[in-house]
Structure formats: C-alpha cells, structure tokens
C-alpha cells in the first residue's frame, strides 16, 4: 500500500527544492532522503533520482513508499564517505539533513558532485543565538499555528537533532563555501540555500 503523504515545517518547503530544478534535468541527488517522499516527487521532474540515508529504518520507509517509481535508487550509507562520482548529477538538495553532519564538508561534498551548470537546493535548520534570531523567527509562531490547524500534519520518524550553527554561521559557511550562493531566512523556522555551479 502507498503511504500517504502529510503536512509538516519540512515538507511544506519541498517546492522550494522543487521549483530549483532545472529544466530537462538527467540525474538527481536527494541528500538525506528520509522516508523518499521528495525523492518521490523529485522523480516527476528528473530522469532519475538517487536518495541517501544513513538510518535503516527511513531507507526502508523509503523504498516502500518508491515501490511504483522505478527511477529512483534508495542507498543506505553515510552521504560524506560514500562513493559517488564527481561532476555527475544535474541538481543536488537537502531538506532539513545537513544539521546531522558537517556542515561545510556536506556543501563541499555536494558541489563536487554537480555537473558545470548544474542546481542545488538546501532547506535547512538552524540554531537562534541571539535576541535578534527569536525576534526574527517570531512571525513564524502564529503561521506555524495556523497551518497546524488546517494541514494534515504528520512526520517521517526520522531522527531529530538540534543545530548547532546559527543563522548568521550557516550564511557565512554557505557563502565562503559557495561563491555566489543565494540564502534566504523562511518563515517556518528554516533557511533556503539556492546555488548554481559555473
């Protein structure tokens, strides 16, 4: 049976990633796959999608839930020391995944793996350190409550894990690591990074 799709902070930025990939894009690399339900949809926009998650249990929620999409390749590992080949993917994203590894090595692991020319797409998470970051992600609270209300809301099982880099110390990774990176604070309490490779 298909599992169903639900409502979270996660997957209500999914076509943020979504909308990054590029047209006629070949191969695709969901970083920190989870249950596969962006990898999922990646599918109907990419020639072939590769999923990765170190956790057994999300990559077996995710080949259930990929049972009826045949381009899409689920791999059990750890994203920063498997084998990919370089330059070999059009687009690369991540949703909320890049907080449980190195942060900088993940970004730098990610573009090696982009084809000149090709996107990357990162929603991510990140820890407030400041008055200034609560005051930030205040109007975040009542849309979050709003959303709740009307959605259904449900979540993957994955494990959970609090950041450890600010918001001002992911932008400033992001940009050091990536010349010419877009970033983007959103309002449920995650950031957008937007980058394409020269």
Not at 2 to 30: K, S, T
Not at 31 to 57: F, H, K, N, Q, Y
């Amino acid at each position: 049976m298909a599992q169903a799709d639900y409502w979270n902070h996660n997957v209500h930025y999914q076509p943020v990633i979504l909308n990054a990939v590029p047209a006629g894009c070949g191969p695709a690399l969901d970083v920190g796959c989870g249950d596969g339900m962006l990898a999922c949809r990646l599918a109907e926009r990419c020639a072939e999608v590769t999923g990765i998650d170190r956790d057994p249990r999300m990559i077996a929620r995710a080949r259930a839930r990929a049972a009826n999409h045949p381009g899409v390749t689920l791999i059990e590992g750890d994203f920063l020391t498997h084998d990919f080949p370089e330059a070999s993917f059009d687009f690369a994203c991540a949703n909320t995944s890049l907080h449980h590894m190195d942060f900088t090595a993940a970004l730098t692991a990610m573009a090696k793996l982009l084809r000149p020319g090709g996107q990357f797409a990162v929603i991510g998470l990140a820890a407030d350190k400041s008055v200034r970051d609560r005051l930030a992600g205040a109007p975040g609270v009542p849309a979050a409550l709003l959303y709740r209300a009307i959605r259904n809301r449900g979540e993957s099982g994955a494990p959970i894990m609090d950041p450890d880099l600010s918001w001002r110390e992911v932008r400033a990774a992001a940009e050091h690591t990536l010349p010419g990176v877009r970033y983007r604070r959103l309002l449920l309490f995650r950031y957008m990074l937007l980058w394409r490779k020269p």
